[in-house]
Antibody, heavy 120, light 106 residues
Framework: EVQLVESGGGLVKPGGSLRLSCASS????????MSWVRQAPGKGLEWLSS????????YDADSVKGRFAISRDNAQNSLYLQMNSLRVEDTAVYYC?????????????WGQGIQVTVSS | IQLTQSPSSLSASVGDRVTITCRAS??????LAWYQQKPGKAPKLLIY???TLQSGVPSRFSGSGSGTEFTLTINSLQPEDFATYYC?????????FGPGTKVDIK
C-alpha cells in the first residue's frame, strides 16, 4: 500500500524556518516524481514545487522561489521542503504527493497533510 | 498560466448530471488534471491528460477538452460526490490549480 506521511510542521514565528519531511513506503520511491502542495485555511490548493525522480529537474511556484527548496533522498525514500523566511501567509496545510511516474507530475497519491502555522 | 473554473459553486441532487468548466489563459494542449477534495481530506486524482480516468475512479466521471477549455462531467451524481473539484494544468512548468468548484446538495 502506498503511504506518504508528512512531518516537521508546527508553529513558527515570521521570518523563521521549518523543514518538512515526507516519508514514503509501499512503492519504489526513486521511480516517481514528487511534489508539495499547500492549502491555506478555507482556500484552494496551491502547487508549490515538484522534483523529478532523480532530482535532475526542479520546478517551483513563483510565490516561493528563493524561500522554499524541495529536495529528496532516494536512499531514505523521503521528500523534503526547506522553508525559510516564513510569512504569516504561509500558514496552511502542506501536502506531499507522488507523481504518476518518473516523467509525470499528475499527483496520484497524497499524504494526509501537515499543519504549518506562522504567527508571532 | 491562469485557470478559471465555472461555476464556483453549484447545488445539485442525487442523480443529476453535473458539468464543471475549466478555462486556461493560454493553450495547455491536454495537460490538465481534475481532483476531488472532501473537507479535511487530501485531494484525489480523478482525471489526467484531460480525459484519462485514473484507476479506481467510477466511470460516471469523465473529462473532455483541449487547448484552453475543459470540462469535468459527473453523470448521475452520487451522495459521495458532494465535494470540491479542482482542475490543474501541467503544461508549462508551473503547475497551477484552478480556484475550485464546490458541489453541494440541493
Amino acid at each position: 500500500e502506498v503511504q506518504l506521511v508528512e512531518s516537521g510542521g508546527g508553529l513558527v514565528k515570521p521570518g523563521g524556518s521549518l523543514r518538512l519531511s515526507c516519508a514514503s513506503s509501499g512503492f519504489t520511491f526513486n521511480r516517481f516524481s514528487m511534489s508539495w502542495v499547500r492549502q491555506a485555511p478555507g482556500k484552494g490548493l496551491e502547487w508549490l514545487s515538484s522534483i523529478s525522480s532523480s532530482s535532475n529537474f526542479i520546478y517551483d511556484a513563483d510565490s516561493v522561489k528563493g524561500r522554499f527548496a524541495i529536495s529528496r533522498d532516494n536512499a531514505q525514500n523521503s521528500l523534503y521542503l526547506q522553508m525559510n523566511s516564513l510569512r504569516v501567509e504561509d500558514t496552511a496545510v502542506y501536502y506531499c504527493a507522488r507523481g504518476l511516474n518518473s516523467g509525470s507530475y499528475y499527483m496520484d497519491y497524497w499524504g494526509q497533510g501537515i499543519q504549518v502555522t506562522v504567527s508571532s | 498560466i491562469q485557470l478559471t473554473q465555472s461555476p464556483s459553486s453549484l447545488s445539485a441532487s442525487v442523480g443529476d448530471r453535473v458539468t464543471i468548466t475549466c478555462r486556461a489563459s493560454q493553450d495547455i494542449s491536454s495537460y490538465l488534471a481534475w481532483y476531488q477534495q472532501k473537507p479535511g481530506k487530501a485531494p484525489k486524482l480523478l482525471i489526467y491528460g484531460a480525459f484519462t480516468l485514473q484507476s479506481g475512479v467510477p466511470s460516471r466521471f469523465s473529462g473532455s477538452g483541449s487547448g484552453t477549455e475543459f470540462t469535468l462531467t459527473i453523470n448521475s451524481l452520487q451522495p459521495e460526490d458532494f465535494a470540491t473539484y479542482y482542475c490543474q494544468q501541467l503544461n508549462k512548468y508551473e503547475f497551477t490549480f484552478g480556484p475550485g468548484t464546490k458541489v453541494d446538495i440541493k
